[in-house]
């Protein structure tokens, strides 16, 4: 048997899901989401290449079909024949996985890993295993059979996890990975497998097959992707049901900016802007013909720390400081005089002060109303 080289890239597939907030929308009792889209994505480390959609009313959208393959295989693979190049592996849960996917996607040249329901090609023995002995077996028990060139797996961890791999081994110690791992508490019934091999240690180094590490690992890129749009989603009450495709959309262009620009920051070794801080960028670089959006910009840059309360007064006080600077407020002033072009204000410096605010970091003047406006909440003078 043959296994493709296990590249560093790594992608998954997982669905997601786009809560619609429509005024027509109704709850459907028993499922997580009330009515809406579901989307199917291949992600690597947040970043989505691509996705498929279906709804609710039309179904899976137009995708091309492969003989041999259900339709969510042929999905799977649609979404993986779209990624920029073969020799990845890609990592997906038990809703996509089948072994005729398996040796298909093998045949595409794409390393694929997942964990599995016993479907009907899936070996009898290791199916009766997860049927009718799931917590039977000593934890870390490792059985594994190849059926199409594809490893179906049946590992005993709490339960009995079933998986597929094209590009794992189970015959050699590098196989296995050593992984510090808690000691479940007494009172948890799903540890009352895995419990006994601490003995008393509350953690222990244990060696864990390397094809459940990597699962691990790599399934929550596209979890990552719904997580980072979670946080800034820029959704709005809708009464067309296809608008939140449309947020949605904008919101993936903005998460994948993002995490190509932490990538490029790493690469230079500099600290990235957070989350927040590159969205509030963004949008006042993507609106800077607004005159509103270029003084919200000088604003934001005036940093959150200098806003307080009182309670803060005892961390806020003026000191000397070594060299004279620029204040910061006249500097904040000056900018937006220029921006509204009030006056001729070519060759006009703002003023300089020799102290500033001890925890602010910075210059301002100790004569007239500096101090106080640049610790308001309210800098619209
Ligand atoms: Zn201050
Ligand atoms: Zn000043």
């Given amino acids: 048997m043959v296994f493709w080289q296990?590249?560093?890239?790594?992608?998954?597939v997982d669905s997601l899901l786009i809560f619609?907030?429509?005024?027509?929308?109704?709850?459907?009792?028993?499922?997580?989401?009330?009515?809406?889209?579901?989307?199917?994505?291949?992600?690597?480390?947040?970043?989505?290449?691509?996705?498929?959609?279906?709804?609710?009313?039309?179904?899976?959208?137009?995708?091309?079909?492969?003989?041999?393959?259900?339709?969510?295989g042929c999905l799977v693979r649609n979404l993986a024949l779209s990624l920029p190049r073969r020799h990845l592996t890609?990592?997906?849960?038990?809703?996509?996985?089948?072994?005729?996917?398996?040796?298909?996607l093998r045949?595409?040249?794409?390393?694929?890993?997942?964990?599995?329901w016993p479907y009907k090609e899936f070996p009898a023995g290791l199916k009766e295993l997860k049927e009718r002995y799931?917590?039977?077996l000593k934890w870390n028990t490792l059985l594994a059979r190849v059926v199409q060139d594809t490893l179906c797996l049946a590992w005993q961890d709490n339960n009995i996890v079933l998986a597929l791999s094209n590009i794992h081994t189970v015959h050699q110690t590098e196989d296995f990975r050593e992984k510090v791992r808690k000691r479940p508490p007494k009172t948890s019934t799903n540890g009352r497998i895995v419990r006994p091999v601490f003995g008393d240690a509350p953690k222990k180094e244990l060696q864990?097959?390397?094809?459940?590490?990597?699962?691990?690992?790599?399934?929550?890129s596209v979890d990552l992707a719904n997580q980072f749009r979670e946080s800034y989603e820029t959704h709005r009450i809708t009464l067309r049901v296809w608008w939140p495709l449309f947020y949605w959309l904008i919101d993936v262009a903005c998460i994948n900016a993002y995490r190509l620009y932490q990538l490029h920051m790493i690469e230079l070794q500099q600290r990235p802007l957070t989350h927040l801080q590159f969205r509030t960028k963004l949008y006042c670089k993507l609106l800077e013909y607004s005159e509103k959006a270029k003084l919200h910009y000088l604003q934001i840059g005036?940093?959150?720390?200098?806003?307080?309360?009182?309670d803060l007064q005892r961390l806020h006080y003026w000191e000397k400081r070594a060299k004279q600077s620029t204040c910061a407020w006249c500097a904040y002033e000056l900018k937006c005089q220029r921006i509204g072009n009030k006056k001729d204000l070519k060759g006009i410096q703002a003023r300089r002060s020799i102290g500033g605010c001890v925890f602010c970091k910075v210059a301002i003047c100790k004569e007239g109303y500096c101090w106080d406006r640049f610790h308001s909440n309210n800098v619209n003078y």
């Fill in 90 to 104: 890609i990592y997906m849960d038990n809703y996509f996985t089948s072994i005729p996917l398996f040796t298909e």
């Fill in 208 to 220: 864990i097959p390397c094809f459940i590490d990597d699962y691990n690992q790599y399934m929550g």
């Fill in 134 to 136: 799931s917590t039977k």
């Fill in 302 to 310: 005036l940093g959150g720390r200098r806003v307080w309360n009182p």
């Fill in 20 to 72: 619609p907030r429509s005024l027509h929308t109704y709850k459907m009792p028993n499922k997580p989401i009330t009515q809406g889209y579901k989307i199917y994505g291949i992600a690597d480390h947040g970043y989505l290449y691509n996705f498929l959609w279906s709804s609710r009313e039309k179904g899976l959208q137009d995708i091309l079909l492969w003989p041999g393959l259900t339709k969510t």
């Fill in 107 to 116: 045949a595409c040249e794409f390393g694929v890993m997942g964990t599995t």
């Fill in 6 to 12: 296990v590249s560093f890239f790594n992608c998954s």
